[in-house]
């Protein structure tokens, strides 16, 4: 049986929420998309604490799409928090956002992101660049093993 | 002059010609730059030897990487990319034959972007190269220079 690859979705803004869902329920490949509304909430979910303590082990994501303006832990900390665990320091990680100011870029570089994609305004292409984005990253890119 | 550079370090002159074909017919304006071993990406990444007389400040916007290269391996290259303050942010991608788990971890420990498998088939190769072209020159923002 196939795997089904799991995308973790770090995004604060339900109206972004609403697009991305509905932009992969169209992929070709339909993952199961885990959502979280805050790097607080990002990090517990991949290291097994706090609201997620009691969960049985599970793969890591595939891929983790994350936003970088998040009430409380931002997205670049989650970055350099989760590149310092040898357990999520491998884990392909792509920054969606609308910040296309140069210390986020060089930050999220200098933290280990793998991409760093602008949100796009709209909605045709908010989801070609989301089908763009699992294609590459779910199909053609070859993930660290678990 | 085109806005992107792509650094395709690729011993296999099939390869080679294989990926320009792709990325010629993808309507991308690019320049791509062959780099026949680990020895000259580096040269060319740091403005040595063959490639001494470049403007150094124009880094590529995306680095293709084979892994079995004569000389100096292509792990070897990034390690040494990644650890020069000009090259360390340099998007790059492993384009290897390899699926060794070993090479895998060891890219992304290194710090590569992206690991992909080459495919065999002609028409397959032709796809992979045209869709990397657009991921990383079109929809990736590239860090600064």
Redesign the interface.
Known sequence: MTKVSQVLLVEDNEDDVELALHAFSGSRVTPEIKVVHDGEEALEFLWHTGRYADQEARDLPSLILLDLQLPGIGGLEVLRRLRERPET??V?VVILTTS?A?AD??GG??R?V?????KPVGFASFSE?VQ??E??WLI???A??S | MANHKILLVEDNPDDVELALHACQSNRIDADIIVARDGEEALEYLFCTGRHAGRTCKDIPSVMVLDLKLPGIGGLEVLRSLRQHPETRRIPVVILTSSEDEAHVVGGYELGVNSYIRKPAEFAAFTQIMSQLQRYWLVTNTAPPV
């Open positions: 320091r491998r392909p296309d140069e870029i060089i570089y200098d280990g793998n991409s760093y994609i602008r660049m763009q984005l294609h590459y053609t890119n070859l660290p093993p």
